[in-house]
């Protein structure tokens, strides 16, 4: 039996996404030769002002003018056709584009809205990117693996089936790293932050929603577990389930990501789901309003883990956004002790790579051979994880429940905070291959809290500096104390911060 290697399956993936960038029109201009350290402009100065007009608004500005007729979703969907391409030259964040499909459902809802004078659903007409491990049927997901090229998906993705059904249009399916981890949903945040997309899908088992959001100055959620469905999506460590992993929206606005939830819970995903919990978005769950002594909202404020300390740009984000809280009638800001963040989160190695001999690549080979805290376990070790996991959580609960000022007579808090205000990372989107440090986003998936990035300004290295006398906590924070020795390098990038919630309070963040 010959295998074909794995730098020949790479070609064969390339050449396929470059004909089908070849097949969008009208054809794709050169990418310049020279181009500046930020390429964000790039797409604006190679499209006509109708495709910039189109890309650049907002996912409820785009679905208001589809729904109104303003726009049509063949119009729509071949601006983002081409936006896609000119991101995928400048970044490489797109594994394949799929422009007949796309441009088939766009005239098919084009023809309804004709005949009907209506929309199809609440997503009529809008282009969704796709992270490439959900699966598309007849497509290849093969999850970044050379190892899985040629597994092709018998039928889509459940949490596809109800966006079509709500009149999307998938048009472009994006990059992600080996393993699936380290901000795996990488290739969203990058087309979204150029602008290719307004609304995406990503997973997130450890922050790869959030991660690329907050690089991207995007917004990002990575929803509870167990409220949106996992059906049809593939990945290395399903069945693992000591960490849930998550489906979520990123997108160029917090309404973007309101209306993924509620479009995605409206349609019941439980009665064909049986893992999830019957749930729908409910936009009255949460009234911020004082009462009886109490503030409307209260919010901690977590500076650090204690165990990383954040980079300048990242504290300053913090300090901004709490100032402005704090000139809010009826918010009350706390701060918050994190309680033992070095509790890390562990996940298991995978043999995939070794079956075409394709190398790992450097960020794989920290997590699965050079990481401290991987290692192979026994059953019985699996099950003392869950259990130091599940023992854990009742001592967060605790932890967050003693921010209350009081307890009712059956001991329920009053008083405690809604939500916690923390950075989404130790600092910008750090140098290719160092990114070694992600516990201010797994923290949350090992506890299954909701959580919502969203941007709040940009590094700059003149006002972002450290104390002169600054002694690093343990090797960890030297690691990433060391990449910040030079501001420079991270001038004008997203400094973004986090939101967390309690679980299935998901909707906090959009009230």
């Given at each position: 039996?010959?295998?074909?290697?794995?730098?020949?399956?790479?070609?064969?993936?390339?050449?396929?996404?470059?004909?089908?960038?070849?097949?969008?029109?009208?054809?794709?201009?050169?990418?310049?030769?020279?181009?500046?350290?930020?390429?964000?402009?790039?797409?604006?100065?190679?499209?006509?002002?109708?495709?910039?007009?189109?890309?650049?608004?907002?996912?409820?500005?785009?679905?208001?003018?589809?729904?109104?007729?303003e726009l049509t979703s063949v119009e729509v969907t071949r601006a983002f056709l081409r936006r896609a391409a000119i991101a995928q030259k400048l970044v490489n964040c797109v594994t394949e584009l799929l422009p007949e499909?796309?441009?088939?459902?766009?005239?098919?809802?084009?023809?309804?809205?004709?005949?009907?004078?209506?929309?199809?659903?609440?997503?009529?007409?809008?282009?969704?990117?796709?992270?490439?491990?959900?699966?598309?049927?007849?497509?290849?997901?093969?999850?970044?693996?050379?190892?899985?090229?040629?597994?092709?998906?018998?039928?889509?993705?459940?949490?596809?089936?109800?966006?079509?059904?709500?009149?999307?249009?998938?048009?472009?399916?994006?990059?992600?790293?080996?393993?699936?981890?380290?901000?795996?949903?990488?290739?969203?945040?990058?087309?979204?932050?150029?602008?290719?997309?307004?609304?995406?899908?990503?997973?997130?088992?450890?922050?790869?929603?959030?991660?690329?959001?907050?690089?991207?100055?995007?917004?990002?959620?990575?929803?509870?577990?167990?409220?949106?469905?996992?059906?049809?999506?593939?990945?290395?460590?399903?069945g693992v389930d000591y960490i849930a992993a998550s489906i979520g929206p990123l997108s160029t606005s917090l309404e973007g990501l309101e209306l993924f939830m509620k479009t995605a819970l409206a349609a019941k995903p439980?009665?064909?789901?049986?893992?999830?919990?019957?749930?729908?978005?409910?936009?009255?769950?949460?009234?911020?309003?004082?009462?009886?002594?109490?503030?409307?909202?209260?919010?901690?404020?977590?500076?650090?883990?204690?165990?990383?300390?954040?980079?300048?740009?990242?504290?300053?984000?913090?300090?901004?956004?709490?100032?402005?809280?704090?000139?809010?009638?009826?918010?009350?800001?706390?701060?918050?002790?994190?309680?033992?963040?070095?509790?890390?989160?562990?996940?298991?190695?995978?043999?995939?790579?070794?079956?075409?001999?394709?190398?790992?690549?450097?960020?794989?080979?920290?997590?699965?051979?050079?990481?401290?805290?991987?290692?192979?376990?026994?059953?019985?070790?699996?099950?003392?994880?869950?259990?130091?996991?599940?023992?854990?959580?009742?001592?967060?609960?605790?932890?967050?429940?003693?921010?209350a000022i009081s307890r009712k007579a059956n001991g329920q808090p009053e008083g405690a905070i809604d939500v916690l205000l923390c950075p989404s990372g130790p600092g910008a989107a750090l140098p290719l291959d160092k990114?070694?440090?992600?516990?201010?986003?797994?923290?949350?998936?090992?506890?299954?809290?909701?959580?919502?990035?969203?941007?709040?300004?940009?590094?700059?290295?003149?006002?972002?500096?450290?104390?002169?006398?600054?002694?690093?906590?343990?090797?960890?924070?030297?690691?990433?104390?060391?990449?910040?020795?030079?501001?420079?390098?991270?001038?004008?990038?997203?400094?973004?911060?986090?939101?967390?919630?309690?679980?299935?309070?998901?909707?906090?963040?959009?009230?």
């Amino acid at each position: 039996m010959t295998t074909i290697s794995w730098q020949d399956i790479a070609l064969q993936k390339q050449d396929h996404r470059d004909k089908s960038i070849a097949k969008v029109t009208p054809p794709i201009p050169d990418i310049p030769d020279q181009l500046p350290r930020d390429v964000t402009g790039v797409p604006k100065n190679l499209l006509d002002g109708r495709e910039v007009n189109i890309t650049e608004r907002s996912t409820e500005a785009l679905v208001s003018a589809l729904a109104r007729g303003e726009l049509t979703s063949v119009e729509v969907t071949r601006a983002f056709l081409r936006r896609a391409a000119i991101a995928q030259k400048l970044v490489n964040c797109v594994t394949e584009l799929l422009p007949e499909r796309a441009l088939s459902r766009a005239e098919e809802l084009d023809r309804y809205f004709s005949t009907h004078k209506k929309p199809v659903g609440p997503l009529h007409g809008l282009p969704i990117s796709v992270k490439d491990n959900m699966c598309m049927k007849g497509l290849a997901c093969d999850c970044g693996f050379a190892a899985w090229a040629n597994r092709i998906a018998d039928e889509d993705a459940y949490i596809l089936k109800i966006l079509w059904s709500a009149g999307c249009v998938f048009y472009a399916r994006t990059t992600l790293p080996q393993l699936i981890v380290c901000g795996s949903s990488g290739g969203e945040g990058a087309l979204i932050g150029l602008r290719g997309s307004c609304l995406g899908i990503g997973s997130d088992i450890g922050g790869s929603i959030r991660v690329p959001a907050a690089h991207n100055g995007l917004y990002g959620l990575r929803p509870t577990s167990l409220r949106l469905p996992l059906l049809g999506g593939w990945a290395p460590n399903i069945g693992v389930d000591y960490i849930a992993a998550s489906i979520g929206p990123l997108s160029t606005s917090l309404e973007g990501l309101e209306l993924f939830m509620k479009t995605a819970l409206a349609a019941k995903p439980w009665l064909a789901d049986s893992s999830l919990v019957a749930m729908p978005w409910n936009d009255d769950a949460w009234n911020f309003r004082a009462k009886d002594g109490l503030p409307g909202l209260k919010i901690g404020v977590m500076w650090d883990d204690q165990v990383v300390r954040a980079h300048p740009p990242v504290t300053r984000a913090l300090r901004e956004v709490v100032s402005q809280l704090e000139s809010i009638e009826g918010v009350e800001v706390v701060n918050f002790e994190p309680y033992k963040h070095n509790i890390a989160w562990e996940i298991a190695a995978t043999e995939l790579i070794d079956s075409t001999s394709e190398p790992w690549r450097p960020l794989s080979r920290w997590i699965v051979t050079d990481n401290p805290y991987v290692k192979h376990r026994t059953s019985e070790e699996l099950r003392e994880l869950a259990h130091r996991r599940d023992e854990y959580r009742l001592e967060y609960l605790e932890k967050w429940n003693s921010t209350a000022i009081s307890r009712k007579a059956n001991g329920q808090p009053e008083g405690a905070i809604d939500v916690l205000l923390c950075p989404s990372g130790p600092g910008a989107a750090l140098p290719l291959d160092k990114s070694r440090y992600w516990a201010y986003t797994s923290q949350w998936n090992v506890l299954d809290y909701p959580s919502v990035v969203f941007p709040v300004t940009k590094a700059m290295p003149e006002v972002d500096v450290f104390e002169n006398d600054y002694q690093p906590w343990n090797e960890q924070d030297r690691y990433i104390l060391d990449l910040y020795k030079d501001p420079e390098v991270y001038r004008d990038l997203p400094i973004s911060l986090q939101l967390v919630g309690r679980r299935f309070e998901d909707e906090k963040f959009c009230n």
